[in-house]
């Protein structure tokens, strides 16, 4: 029998614990602080509001249960509208920027310093410019008789190739959301493609030299060794991508207004519409409910695939 | 024991940020809000001043009854800016003008502060029930029927047949009041309104020797004319490219819409307020119009996602000669345009009545603003009789006649008479009007905005070919039926 096993463990309450450890608690409680003030009490209270009709007047609000998303599912076609949008928009928008970050990011991890710091920098931009502004931009860019992407098709002969006249691109419902998908696509590039230059240079580079020396071409060392080992970055941009993703709203508010023909209606364009147009907050709330269950699951699900560690 | 004391570290920054917290909460508000009290302090005598706010002994000589200080609220849009309000020049922004209009009260009525915010109108339909709904709501917000009905409908509003004396109520044009009376209560003062006509560049028709087929002369002019003539200019050759320029990708563009459904004969709205009313031929008639037109490029291609800035440049532009608009189009707008050197094409612009289906013009939409009160926590007596007062000064025969002239709109007071009167357009409008009324645009219905913010969607629908007309409509009542819970 040892020392140690003479005097056995006390059990610790787990105040005590949370005593224990005040000093880490209190360095982290400024940051938990708005947290639950701006983040935590509006969700939990947007919950509440969900099983209310809820308007302007106070004095009018009544508990109705779930009659808002009875309502939502059943009533709303321009809720399963949006609903459909928004899987189809993270569907093109997600992939498209997972993949084009880690393509790119293996592309210029090999530069030289000052080459990567320019590409850095010029993804980055569209990241701290703001989507406002970058909206503005772009709605001239889709503009169907001034707009720069059209005066270029033009100039290339694409119209005159096809036969075709000028397309309209936010005018459409064939290309509307598409066109919303690559203007969301081209800011949400920077924040990827920076986080997997960073991971690239933790993968240790004997890994590379040994499969170099077993014969392995460029791409099963990118498939088996680069990929594998960028998987909780991967997993990271993933999840917050697609979190990201399935709150459009700047895109929508500024550029198409859920148009043409709800072709670019989304679930958070509907929540500011409901809530803020028609003043429907309970309704609202119920939208944004049903919005956080979703995204919820989603991340679960890709925490589940994902989420296993790799070793070598 | 360096260690033991670490957690004062974090407490200590914990308390800071608490403070910082609470110095912000109570920093006093921002630069928009005006306090026109100080300016009136300033421009008065400093003794009147002192009376007012400091209690001082009773003098030899009998002092002015002093009355307890109120202050009072106003948010107002953005109307009046330096652009509109022409008769003043010495104005600089469009809060320069509520200044002016709530200091000629503050003058006679000293123990009276009027805090001013002029919203811009992306924000009117967003901050106002945002602060009903806070429990902070101004006191007085002068907006659009549309809006205000709603509020109405929510019973945030104060009765105002209760607190304005009827000899002041008797002074109103009735049709107005009616339109403002909601579960029979009167909930706002109509101070002005707008009516709603078409705007017609005549300067290519002449170009082009095609003057005679606007009918200028009677305005009166059935579709089947009004296409031959967007025909024709299109034909003509003189840079006109899509005659009708108009937008449906908010709910902002429906009138120029709606004024064909009108011009066919049909109503949008029901008499009963119980939702839209477009399942008769008369509605799909015009619907199939409207979509003829496109479908011949004779509607802007853009009309699904254009804003109203892009149907004006198009029309400054010289590219569409025909827009809705109305007198303050045709005198403030576009000479304001022309003024910024916008408008590019040679420049006749003329008012005239949408085309129609039956044997007479339609009725003209009227969209009146008024003045509403909230009802709010805790105001006394005194404090609704001295706002009531202020609400029926802002809404007096004077300060309506100013805002007429400013604005090119119509008085809703008796009193008034005709402010624009001499000018031709306002005379045309008003021969309208007496001649073949007005038509109801449900501004004054339930769910009034929800409803006109679910009909651009199904035009949007129709003009790309993705639904018919009869399609377009059907979706327009289904998604009214579904808003009235029907």
């Known amino acids: 029998m040892t020392v140690l096993a003479a005097y056995p463990e006390r059990r610790r309450t787990w105040w005590q614990k949370i005593w224990d450890a005040r000093a880490a608690y209190l360095f982290i409680l400024p940051a938990y602080i708005p947290f639950i003030v701006f983040v935590l009490y509006p969700l939990i209270d947007g919950l509440r509001l969900s099983f209310y009709e809820a308007g302007v007047n106070k004095a009018k609000w009544r508990f109705i249960g779930f009659d808002n998303f009875v309502r939502l599912f059943t009533r709303d076609d321009v809720f399963i509208i949006a609903l459909k949008n928004t899987f189809l928009f993270v569907l093109i928008v997600v992939p498209v920027v997972v993949v084009?970050?880690?393509?790119?990011?293996?592309?210029?991890?090999?530069?030289?310093?000052?080459?990567?710091?320019?590409?850095?920098?010029?993804?980055?931009?569209?990241?701290?410019?703001?989507?406002?502004?970058?909206?503005?931009?772009?709605?001239?860019?889709?503009?169907?008789?001034?707009?720069?992407?059209?005066?270029?098709?033009?100039?290339?002969?694409?119209?005159?190739?096809?036969?075709?006249?000028?397309?309209?691109?936010?005018?459409?419902?064939?290309?509307?959301?598409?066109?919303?998908?690559?203007?969301?696509?081209?800011?949400?590039?920077?924040?990827?493609?920076?986080?997997?230059?960073?991971?690239?240079?933790?993968?240790?580079?004997?890994?590379?030299?040994?499969?170099?020396?077993?014969?392995?071409?460029?791409?099963?060392?990118?498939?088996?060794?680069?990929?594998?080992?960028?998987?909780?970055?991967?997993?990271?941009?993933?999840?917050?991508?697609?979190?990201?993703?399935?709150?459009?709203?700047?895109?929508?508010?500024?550029?198409?207004?859920?148009?043409?023909?709800?072709?670019?209606?989304?679930?958070?364009?509907?929540?500011?519409?409901?809530?803020?147009?028609?003043?429907?907050?309970?309704?609202?709330?119920?939208?944004?409910?049903?919005l956080l269950l979703i995204v919820g699951s989603i991340a679960y699900f890709q925490f589940k695939l994902l989420g296993q560690e790799v070793e070598y | 024991m360096r260690g033991k004391w670490l957690w004062i570290i974090p407490v200590v920054g914990v308390a800071l940020l608490a403070l910082s917290l609470f110095i912000a909460a109570c920093a006093p508000a921002t630069p928009q809000i005006v306090e026109v009290t100080k300016e009136v302090v300033v421009e008065k005598e400093v003794v009147k001043t002192v009376v007012v706010e400091k209690e001082v002994p009773v003098l030899v000589t009998p002092t002015p009854e002093v009355k307890k200080p109120v202050k009072i609220e106003l948010w107002v849009d953005p109307r009046f800016d330096p652009q509109t309000a022409k008769g003043?020049?010495?104005?600089?922004?469009?809060?320069?003008?509520?200044?002016?209009?709530?200091?000629?009260?503050?003058?006679?009525?000293?123990?009276?502060?009027?805090?001013?915010?002029?919203?811009?109108?992306?924000?009117?339909?967003?901050?106002?029930?945002?602060?009903?709904?806070?429990?902070?709501?101004?006191?007085?917000?002068?907006?659009?029927?549309?809006?205000?009905?709603?509020?109405?409908?929510?019973?945030?509003?104060?009765?105002?047949?209760?607190?304005?004396?009827?000899?002041?109520?008797?002074?109103?044009?009735?049709?107005?009041?009616?339109?403002?009376?909601?579960?029979?209560?009167?909930?706002?003062?109509?101070?002005?309104?707008?009516?709603?006509?078409?705007?017609?560049?005549?300067?290519?028709?002449?170009?082009?020797?095609?003057?005679d087929m606007l009918s200028l002369d009677d305005h009166d002019w059935t579709f089947d004319e009004f296409y031959a003539a967007a025909k024709a200019i299109k034909e003509a050759n003189v840079g006109v490219e899509y005659p009708l320029v108009m937008q449906v990708a908010s709910e902002q563009g429906d009138y120029a819409v709606h004024a064909f459904i009108w011009g066919a004969g049909s109503n949008t709205w029901r008499d009963d307020c119980q939702g839209l009313d477009l399942d008769n031929p008369q509605a799909l008639a015009a619907m199939e119009f409207l979509n003829k037109l496109y479908k011949e490029g004779l509607i802007n291609p853009d009309v699904t996602t254009a804003g109203w800035q892009d149907v004006n440049n198009l029309f400054y532009a010289g590219k569409g000669v025909f827009m809705g608009g109305g007198i303050s189009t045709v005198n403030v707008s576009i000479p304001q345009a022309q003024k910024e050197g916008k408008v590019t094409a040679p420049m006749d612009a003329r008012l005239?009545?949408?085309?129609?289906?039956?044997?007479?013009?339609?009725?003209?939409?009227?969209?009146?603003?008024?003045?509403?009160?909230?009802?709010?926590?805790?105001?006394?007596?005194?404090?609704?009789?001295?706002?009531?007062?202020?609400?029926i000064h802002l809404s007096s025969e004077k300060w309506q006649r100013d805002y007429c002239i400013s604005s090119g709109q119509f008085p809703t007071r008796y009193s008034v008479g005709a402010p624009l009167a001499g000018d031709p357009n306002y005379e045309l409008t008003l021969e309208w009007i007496k001649k073949y009324g007005v038509v109801s645009m449900g501004l004054n219905c339930p769910h009034y905005y929800e409803v006109r913010t679910a009909m651009p969607a199904f035009f949007q629908a129709m003009f790309l070919g993705k639904m018919t007309p009869q399609e377009a409509i059907n979706g327009m009542m289904k998604a009214s039926k579904d808003i009235f819970g029907k």
Do not use: C
């Open chain 2, 352 to 391: 005239t009545l949408y085309p129609h289906l039956g044997d007479k013009p339609s009725g003209l939409p009227v969209g009146p603003t008024g003045l509403v009160m909230f009802q709010k926590q805790g105001r006394s007596d005194y404090e609704l009789q001295e706002i009531t007062k202020f609400l």
């Open chain 2, 88 to 211: 003043h020049p010495e104005l600089k922004t469009a809060l320069d003008y509520e200044k002016m209009v709530a200091n000629d009260y503050i003058k006679n009525n000293p123990h009276v502060s009027v805090e001013i915010q002029v919203l811009d109108w992306a924000d009117l339909p967003k901050k106002v029930p945002v602060a009903i709904a806070g429990g902070v709501p101004p006191d007085i917000l002068r907006d659009y029927l549309g809006r205000t009905s709603a509020y109405a409908y929510e019973g945030v509003t104060v009765n105002l047949e209760e607190v304005v004396p009827k000899e002041e109520l008797a002074d109103f044009l009735p049709g107005l009041l009616e339109l403002y009376t909601i579960n029979g209560h009167l909930h706002g003062l109509p101070i002005f309104y707008w009516v709603q006509n078409m705007v017609v560049n005549a300067a290519p028709f002449e170009k082009a020797g095609l003057l």
């Open chain 1, 100 to 290: 084009i970050s880690i393509f790119l990011a293996v592309i210029v991890f090999p530069l030289p310093r000052a080459a990567q710091s320019f590409v850095r920098m010029s993804f980055y931009m569209p990241v701290v410019s703001g989507g406002v502004v970058l909206a503005m931009v772009w709605i001239w860019i889709f503009n169907r008789d001034f707009g720069l992407l059209n005066y270029l098709l033009e100039i290339a002969g694409f119209y005159k190739l096809l036969g075709i006249p000028k397309i309209g691109w936010l005018a459409q419902t064939e290309t509307a959301l598409l066109s919303l998908a690559m203007v969301v696509i081209s800011w949400s590039i920077g924040q990827p493609l920076i986080l997997f230059l960073a991971a690239l240079g933790n993968i240790s580079e004997e890994l590379y030299d040994a499969a170099k020396i077993d014969g392995a071409s460029g791409w099963q060392i990118f498939w088996k060794i680069t990929l594998p080992l960028l998987r909780p970055t991967t997993l990271f941009v993933l999840v917050t991508t697609t979190i990201n993703v399935f709150q459009v709203f700047v895109v929508v508010l500024l550029m198409t207004l859920g148009g043409p023909a709800n072709a670019t209606q989304t679930i958070v364009y509907r929540i500011y519409e409901n809530a803020f147009v028609f003043y429907k907050y309970g309704y609202g709330a119920a939208m944004g409910v049903v």
